[in-house]
């Protein structure tokens, strides 16, 4: 069983950045890393994900160039969130899947899920 922790959400101007941080107990059976967010009302978004072992990443249309998922060493990844918008508002999950082929943006894909963090953007 993999355990996931978050953690550097927080509130921040329209405009500003923010890093969110990913604790994993364990990343040796993982293929995917990612994160992804849920607002208030909405379904859970796909933000981003990493190919853990190749370090390749992709985006969601809403976030690209924006953020950036970086392995900062074999069990920890973090979201560089930059020109932050308060649609940006939401609780940020990370995310891990042993499961090679995924599409990668289902979150039904995922069987590993932190606890959240809550990032606010105010205008």
């Known amino acids: 069983q993999v355990q996931l922790v978050e953690s550097g959400g927080g509130l921040v101007q329209a405009g500003g950045s923010l890093r969110l941080s990913c604790d994993a107990s364990d990343t040796f059976s993982l293929y995917y890393m990612g994160w992804f967010r849920q607002a208030p009302g909405k379904e859970r978004e796909f933000v981003g994900a990493?190919?853990?072992?190749?370090?390749?990443t992709y985006y969601g249309d809403s976030v690209k160039g924006r953020f950036t998922i970086v392995k900062y060493n074999e069990n920890t990844m973090y979201l560089q969130m930059n020109s932050l918008k308060p649609e940006d508002t939401a609780v940020y999950y990370c995310?891990?899947?042993?499961?090679?082929?995924?599409?990668?943006?289902?979150?039904?894909?995922?069987?590993?899920w932190g606890q959240g963090t809550q990032v606010t953007v105010s205008s």
């Open positions: 995310a891990g899947s042993p499961i090679y082929g995924i599409s990668r943006i289902r979150p039904t894909e995922y069987p590993y």
């Open positions: 990493m190919r853990w072992s190749l370090g390749v």
